[in-house]
């Protein structure tokens, strides 16, 4: 099992480009979620999914927007990058479907825009 | 911000020596639970304490809650070189995770 599993792991942008982040897991997984880690600020939730065609805004989703294509898969777009969000970006899997749950994070994307 | 607050900020130690992090949170929990990261990687679940248990172990980990005082402490026994790592508390409930800004570990060989 190759568990949660992210792409691109690094990406450059300049300031009004848009990317999409991959994030997919084999764990059969009801929840999925985004977070942003920024130095001495530990992981924000962006997004969170409880289940396929579910999603709910975190404490920063603005500038975000996410897709659940389907029970593996939670895509994180960024319609027009800005500087402020030069960050690392994780996607994570659990498993019933609640916030309580066990977490298991992929190896994370660093986003740098210019 | 709900986040809570980690400390110490960083913590450098001998191994073998034992090292301490406390947690602090702001809002009500169903559990609180332990993360590890090791430099450039995703986070590694470590242990979870549900909101009416005081204390758990695991190996080397003992972890304690004390919900009146909205804290957590995470003992780490015996340290190791390889213990080096970041370590974040996340405190959950039903409708929301909140992870703190972490405790920076570095066990000197």
């Known amino acids: 099992n190759a568990g949660v599993t992210q792409t691109p792991k690094f990406q450059v942008l300049k300031t009004g480009q848009s990317m999409t982040l991959q994030c997919a897991q084999d764990m059969n997984h009801n929840s999925m979620y985004w977070y942003r880690q920024d130095p001495g600020m530990g992981l924000r939730l962006i997004y969170y999914s409880a289940s396929e065609g579910t999603t709910d805004k975190g404490e920063v989703p603005n500038g975000y927007n996410v897709s659940r294509l389907n029970k593996r898969e939670f895509s994180l777009r960024l319609e027009s990058a800005a500087p402020s969000q030069t960050s690392v970006y994780f996607c994570a899997s659990s498993g019933l479907g609640r916030y309580t749950d066990t977490q298991y994070f992929g190896p994370g994307t660093r986003l740098t825009v210019l | 911000s709900q986040q809570g607050e980690e400390d110490p900020q960083a913590l450098s130690i001998q191994e073998g020596e034992n090292a301490t992090m406390n947690c602090s949170y702001k809002?009500?929990?169903?559990?609180l639970q332990w993360y590890r990261q090791n430099s450039g990687r995703g986070l590694v679940h470590l242990i979870l304490i549900r909101s009416n248990e005081r204390e758990k172990h695991s190996g080397r980990l003992r972890v304690t809650l004390d919900t009146s005082k909205k804290s957590s402490s995470l003992l780490i026994t015996a340290s190791r070189a390889a213990d080096t790592a970041s370590y974040f508390c996340?405190?959950?409930?039903?409708?929301?995770?909140?992870f703190g800004p972490g405790t920076s570990l570095s066990v000197i060989p």
């Open positions: 996340a405190e959950t409930s039903y409708d929301k995770v909140i």
């Open positions: 809002t009500s929990i169903n559990n």
